[in-house]
């Protein structure tokens, strides 16, 4: 059992390390010298009251000790009440000053927090798009940013900032502590057993507890994100079924879950300083009650008891802060977990294209050549795709057909690069396609999916993608927009020309509308390999003629590859490829397929829309 705990703590101070790179730790270190230097004139404030109060008590006071008598002599003052007034203000001024430091330490402390949560937020983002697409097709996408934008401030707010008041507070308690040892060694050994022992046995007592629910806080949170998320993004559905009452009442019900789970923690949080400020103020009055049981007089007691009450009450807040800190690092050592692993998510480095130009296009003169390619997804013993072998010559265009479930997606994600064979090779020319170069093949590809994502931007924007305003070639833009036939619609329906806004996933353009931008966007960059994916199925048959013969009249040196269920689509290219239960059942040219293969025949009839389960 202690050594379980005490690996935990040491994987505790792994993971922490592991966030911070060394011009953090440095500056970490310049808020802690910081830090010292308030808590040292915070125990200066506390020594400057004894000597005032002791003075205004009994003036004789003055005469016994030397430090105030060589104080008064120095600066010749003429009386002790000239002498008493000055002592006050100097106190008062060590207080200012205190207060102003501690007030520059909390300043430093809080803009190196708020960096903090800058500096992991864009690096959490920064390994998510680095990852390979296959990371992505489990995963929540509001999960994911869930994780970017509430768990990092989660993280820093909660974890982080306790850990640095931990540290100053820590130093507070002890100076101060050290001081109360000296002035009284006694009261001071008996404040520190009790207050030691109070918050040590509340924090023993709570402590799995917060462990397990800082867990169900952060799986809560996460089902908060998705709920919401799913709800707003499905708006169209929602409304014309009737089911806002479902989305609503799944949002609140993880909603409540996590409040009921944060208020828990704020009121633990909390709970023993009230407990404790009981203990300190009965504490006083005990010690009152003692010193005149055991014969001090009144006036005598005043200056020691006043000492006392005003280290209490600067010591108070650093042991309440020292709890803070251990009851939120067991309530968010979920979040820790969850930050450090996704950050150093299978020890994957960053990818170097987010700090660099984008490389060279891979040379492509002849033809793209599957050996032996089989596919298995990440958790499944399955393959999805099994030794497949073929060749798409540079020039010609391509069809890959085949039942719903078939594999089509699969392997058109393989020519994307978006995934790696588990089993043989791709090879462009000769040269194998892997994870070090595969960003250099997608330079020469233009993609167009099924199912268009628009951002919530101007049609431009939207064409050139990605694109910094000042390097976007509207010349291109408008050209390409010609061939994909939407420039007429857009300079002639659209209120501000291509400057106009297309509203969240291009909410404001039909179907039909956004595919004919999406054609635009691949082709912006002039690919040599133009991948259409299902990529005219909601345009009309009038429009998907002239889309269609627009890309093979302009394109006539390129490759194209069409995925498609509609057969009019792929009927004039020069090869079509039947993929079906992860296999290229055969191959040929729409004529051969629809003379010779019965399957092929009955999806061409319509007869044959999904594999029957």
């Known amino acids: 059992m202690a050594l379980t705990t005490t690996k935990s703590k040491f994987d505790f101070l792994v993971k922490l390390n592991g966030l911070f790179d060394r011009k953090e730790k440095m500056q970490f270190f310049g808020v802690?010298?910081?830090?010292?230097?308030?808590?040292?004139?915070?125990?200066?404030?506390?020594?400057?009251?004894?000597?005032?109060?002791?003075?205004?008590?009994?003036?004789?006071?003055?005469?016994?000790?030397?430090?105030?008598?060589?104080?008064?002599?120095?600066?010749?003052?003429?009386?002790?009440?000239?002498?008493?007034?000055?002592?006050?203000?100097?106190?008062?001024?060590?207080?200012?000053?205190s207060n102003f430091v501690s007030l520059f330490a909390t300043w430093l402390k809080t803009r190196f927090i708020w960096q903090k949560n800058h500096n992991l937020s864009v690096t959490l983002l920064r390994k998510y798009l680095s990852l390979p697409y296959v990371y992505f097709l489990d995963k929540h996408s509001a999960d994911l940013g869930k994780n970017i934008l509430s768990e990092i401030e989660q993280l820093t707010g909660k974890l982080f900032m306790p850990l640095l008041e931990l540290i100053t507070s820590g130093i507070v308690a002890l100076i101060i502590f050290a001081l109360l040892l000296f002035v009284n060694p006694l009261v001071a050994s008996v404040a520190v057993i009790l207050f030691a022992f109070s918050y040590g046995v509340i924090f023993f007592y709570l402590r799995g507890s917060l462990r397990e629910r800082g867990k169900r806080r952060l799986k809560e949170n996460t089902g908060r994100f998705i709920s919401v998320g799913e709800a707003l993004q499905g708006i169209k559905d929602i409304k014309v079924l009737g089911r806002e009452r479902y989305f609503f009442k799944?949002?609140?019900?993880?909603?409540?879950k996590f409040s009921r789970l944060q208020?828990?923690?704020?009121?633990v949080i909390q709970i023993p300083r009230y407990l404790m400020e009981i203990v300190a103020f009965g504490g006083v009055i005990a010690l009152v009650l003692a010193l005149l049981a055991s014969g001090e007089r009144g006036g005598q007691i005043i200056p020691l008891v006043s000492f006392f009450a005003f280290a209490g009450y600067r010591l108070m807040p650093a042991l309440q802060n020292i709890f803070h800190s251990f009851t939120s690092f067991q309530f968010n050592k979920a979040v820790l977990d969850k930050v450090y692993g996704?950050?150093?998510?299978?020890?994957?480095?960053?990818?170097?294209?987010?700090?660099?130009?984008?490389?060279?296009?891979?040379?492509?003169?002849?033809?793209?050549?599957?050996?032996?390619?089989?596919?298995?997804?990440p958790n499944r013993k399955d393959f999805v795709l099994k030794d497949i072998n073929f060749q798409i010559g540079k020039g010609t265009s391509i069809g890959i057909v085949g039942p719903t479930g078939g594999g089509k997606t699969t392997l058109v994600d393989l020519i994307l690069g978006l995934l790696i064979p588990n089993k043989g090779t791709i090879e462009v020319d000769g040269v194998n396609v892997k994870e070090g170069n595969v960003r250099n093949w997608q330079r020469n590809l233009g993609y167009v999916p099924q199912q268009i994502y628009l951002s919530d931007d101007t049609i431009a924007r939207n064409i050139a993608f990605g694109i910094a305003d000042e390097h976007i070639d509207m010349t291109q833009v408008e050209r390409v927009s010609r061939i994909a036939?939407?420039?007429?619609?857009?300079?002639?329906?659209?209120?501000?020309?291509?400057?106009?806004?297309?509203?969240?996933?291009?909410?404001?353009?039909s179907g039909g509308q956004k595919?004919?931008?999406?054609?635009?966007r691949a082709l912006y960059h002039n690919p040599e390999v133009l991948v259409l994916d299902e990529a005219t199925s909601s345009l009309d048959v009038t429009t998907e003629k002239a889309?269609?013969?627009?890309?093979?009249?302009?394109?006539?040196?390129?490759?194209?590859?069409?995925?498609?269920?509609?057969?009019?689509?792929?009927?004039?290219?020069?090869?079509?490829?039947?993929?079906?239960?992860?296999?290229?059942?055969?191959?040929?040219?729409?004529?051969?397929?629809?003379?010779?293969?019965?399957?092929f025949q009955g999806m061409a009839k319509g007869g044959y829309i999904k594999r029957k389960i």
Not at 250 to 256: K, Q, W
Not at 263 to 267: E, L
Not at 494 to 502: A, D, I, K, M, S
């Open 515 to 520: 595919q004919r931008v999406s054609i635009a």
């Open 32 to 97: 802690m010298i910081a830090a010292l230097v308030a808590a040292l004139f915070q125990t200066l404030s506390v020594v400057s009251v004894l000597p005032f109060v002791n003075l205004v008590m009994d003036p004789g006071k003055l005469d016994q000790n030397k430090w105030l008598k060589v104080l008064f002599t120095s600066f010749e003052f003429s009386s002790v009440y000239s002498f008493t007034v000055f002592l006050g203000f100097m106190m008062l001024g060590i207080i200012v000053v």
């Open 342 to 377: 996704d950050i150093h998510e299978g020890g994957i480095r960053f990818d170097e294209a987010l700090d660099t130009e984008l490389p060279e296009p891979l040379a492509f003169q002849e033809r793209v050549s599957f050996t032996n390619v089989s596919f298995s997804y």
């Open 263 to 267: 208020i828990w923690a704020c009121m």
């Open 250 to 256: 799944r949002f609140s019900r993880y909603s409540m």
């Open 547 to 599: 889309v269609l013969k627009a890309v093979k009249n302009i394109a006539k040196l390129k490759t194209l590859i069409i995925v498609a269920h509609r057969f009019k689509t792929v009927e004039h290219c020069d090869k079509l490829y039947l993929v079906d239960k992860g296999e290229i059942k055969t191959h040929g040219t729409y004529k051969d397929l629809l003379k010779d293969n019965s399957l």
């Open 485 to 509: 036939n939407i420039h007429i619609f857009i300079e002639n329906e659209l209120p501000f020309g291509y400057n106009t806004l297309v509203g969240e996933r291009g909410v404001r353009l």
